[in-house]
């Protein structure tokens, strides 16, 4: 079959990670860590994902005028992913993320160029992917212009008014959906995830073991595996144990769109 096509409406972002032994409690401060960067943003990063997976990608989003723009955009361009981004007078999005050694992770995001997110047209496509990294607004703009299947990462959490074909949500974000009338990926962390038709289970998988390294995109790469399994037919079950490998191959690497896997890689651990 065709690769399926997938427009990610999302933001873009420049990764700050610093790796500490522990996370740094209210007041003190924790030294000897390290620093790198990574492109990110959770519109970008399941972008890249969809990409390595084999789906043909557009990205819809936007970045500043400054030195953090080229490489926020770095690995979409490196998946060759087609971009439609806006250059707009603000700071390219960055995200401060400290990782300690049993891979939990502290995030605080600047949005940045993100926030200025306005209009724009979507092409056909077989589905369209939205996270809230970016204004309502244009969450509702992607909502309205998609011509396939409209799928919506709920996060950060907060009650936007559309309603999606495919809500991806956590515990937390669940209570945050406007509507519940399609169906509903709940994510459990380490206990795996369930799908919701009409609040009844309909299917549950686990993730196979990994070391955890940082689980900064281990959320982006079930999403986009998810996704990209509906779209190629496989049925829910199968579906939702290949997005939970996927997040649990993200979470064993470090950083955001480098931990990002492959479909090979997920027919391997599964394989195991």
Known sequence: MPAPRITVVGSINLDLVVRCAVLPRAGETVSGATLERFPGGKGANQAVACARLGAKVRMVGAVGRDAFADEALAGLREAGVELDVQTVDAPT???LITVDAEGETTIVVSPGANARLTEFELPSADAVLCQQE????????????????????????????????????????????????????????AEGAVLLEDGAEVARATPPRVEVVDGTAAGDAFVACLVVS??????????????????????????????????????TILAR
């Not at 969450?139 to 409209?150: K, P, R």
């Not at 144990?241 to 027919?267: F, K, M, V, W, Y």
Request: glycine share 8%; net charge negative; proline share 5%.
């Open 134 to 189: 970016i204004p309502d607004d244009a969450v509702v703009a992607a909502w309205e212009q998609a011509s396939g299947l409209f799928c919506l990462n709920a996060a950060p959490a907060r009650r936007v008014a559309v309603d999606p074909d495919l809500a991806i949500v956590n515990r937390f974000e669940l209570d945050s959906l406007a509507h519940t009338d399609g169906i509903v990926a709940l994510t459990l962390g």
């Open 230 to 267: 509906l779209l190629e037919g496989r049925d829910q079950e199968e579906a939702l144990t290949r997005a939970c490998a996927a997040g649990a191959l993200a979470a064993s690497r470090l950083g955001a769109q480098p931990s990002l896997p492959t479909a090979a890689e997920i027919d």
């Open 93 to 95: 999005g960055i995200a």
